[in-house]
């Protein structure tokens, strides 16, 4: 199985993931045309990690998204459920502490991170809200979270021109440079399939994230979204 039909079995996916693990990275900068890099300097930017803080990395992958937070002195733990791709990153990146996580019944106690951040990895799990109560269960009070996912263009044309990529270019592409193309088919459903930024944004508010924003990125191509865990949560 390495394509994943659209309701998200959490087997189907992991597996996904573990056979397009050993070229992951270089498939993305290919079919995001470089653009994901500055979308994930933004991540580093909103999530704003200091030195002695507790950051969860979620749907980390390789931990590529990772070592930015560490290098800036936080104790940074990079968690996926694709045991295909931590073995990816572990070879990579030893020092970092790689942990197999399922995004509904993460293996922390409560309040045990000052930030949580998942990119591109909600619109992958099967329970999204019940991802984003765990997020919320394993955040400290007054701690912040950032989602970065793929979103809906702002500008009708472009928004047309964006489709037409998706489900033509990028699997077209996708066979020319990923160990496994049919799941960028999947990667190309799932983004049409899922909420625009109000929407996701009112996913955040009814999972008890306050203090809830977004921004876009890309004319809307990426969405950062925002919130913090109340005092009282």
């Known amino acids: 199985?390495?394509?994943?039909?659209?309701?998200?079995?959490?087997?189907?996916?992991?597996?996904?993931?573990?056979?397009?693990?050993?070229?992951?990275?270089?498939?993305?900068?290919?079919?995001a045309l470089g653009q994901n890099r500055r979308w994930?300097?933004?991540?580093?930017?909103?999530?704003g990690a200091r030195p002695g803080e507790?950051?969860?990395?979620?749907?980390?992958?390789t931990g590529t998204s990772s070592r930015p937070f560490a290098e800036r002195g936080a104790f940074t733990v990079p968690c996926d459920f694709s045991l295909g791709m931590l073995a990816a990153g572990k070879r990579r990146v030893p020092w970092l502490p790689f942990t197999a996580g399922d995004a509904t019944r993460l293996p922390f106690r409560d309040g045990a991170f000052d930030a949580v951040t998942i990119s591109f990895g909600l619109r992958n799990v099967q329970d999204t809200e019940g991802a984003?109560?765990?997020l919320l269960r394993v955040?400290?009070?007054?701690?912040?979270?950032?989602?970065?996912?793929?979103?809906?263009?702002?500008?009708a044309p472009f928004r047309t021109v964006y489709s037409e990529y998706l489900m033509r270019a990028l699997p077209?592409?996708?066979?020319?440079?990923?160990?496994?193309?049919?799941?960028?088919?999947?990667?190309?459903?799932?983004i049409r399939a899922w909420p625009d930024q109000a929407a996701l944004a009112e996913l955040?508010?009814?999972?008890?994230?306050?203090?809830?924003?977004?921004?876009?990125?890309?004319?809307?191509?990426?969405?950062?979204?925002?919130?913090?865990?109340p005092h009282d949560a």
């Open 1 to 31: 199985m390495t394509r994943a039909s659209l309701d998200k079995q959490p087997r189907e996916v992991a597996a996904m993931f573990d056979a397009v693990a050993a070229r992951y990275d270089l498939t993305n900068d290919v079919l």
């Open 132 to 134: 984003l109560r765990e």
């Open 139 to 155: 955040t400290a009070p007054g701690g912040r979270l950032v989602v970065c996912e793929f979103s809906h263009p702002t500008w």
């Open 54 to 61: 507790r950051v969860l990395d979620l749907a980390a992958g």
């Open 40 to 47: 994930r300097a933004e991540v580093v930017r909103a999530v």
């Open 172 to 190: 077209a592409l996708a066979t020319r440079v990923s160990s496994s193309p049919d799941a960028y088919v999947y990667l190309a459903e799932s």
């Open 204 to 229: 955040l508010i009814g999972a008890g994230w306050s203090r809830v924003a977004w921004r876009d990125l890309t004319g809307g191509v990426v969405a950062l979204h925002r919130g913090v865990r």
